[in-house]
């Protein structure tokens, strides 16, 4: 079985920063793409950022772009996701999930195998 487990969430006054983490854990496996999604109270789970290994080809939610900053290490199955400028509307639970599919580009939801539990983050105005 395979364990996604992220942190480096918390409280951040709008301006500030937060980098969160995600590594994997248990089962051994090959990710191709790994990302960042995130879900607000009464809205649906949008994709914030994703990487494919291959080419190190990276996605951003236009919302993000120029503020967030995907990357990680494909050997080990992690991802972080540096968090720059942030607003009152970037708060949100976000998750990390990792992708097992060769073909994978890491833009939709149903291309990832794996998820894990997520992590607030609140930014205060």
């Known amino acids: 079985q395979v364990q996604l487990v992220e942190s480096g969430g918390g409280l951040v006054q709008a301006g500030g920063s937060l980098r969160l983490s995600c590594a994997a854990s248990g089962r051994t496996f090959n990710s191709y793409a790994m990302g960042w999604f995130r879900q607000a109270p009464g809205k649906e789970r949008e994709l914030v950022a994703a990487?494919?290994?291959?080419?190190?080809?990276?996605y951003y939610a236009d919302s993000v772009k120029g503020r967030f900053t995907i990357s990680g290490d494909s050997a080990k199955n992690t991802v972080y996701l540096q968090t720059n400028s942030l607003k009152p509307d970037d708060t949100a639970v976000y998750y990390c999930?990792?992708?097992?599919?060769?073909?994978?580009?890491?833009?939709?939801?149903?291309?990832?195998?794996?998820w894990g539990q997520g992590t607030q983050v609140t930014v205060s105005s």
């Open positions: 999930a990792a992708s097992s599919r060769l073909w994978s580009q890491g833009r939709y939801a149903y291309e990832y195998d794996y």
């Open positions: 990487i494919r290994w291959s080419g190190r080809s990276t």
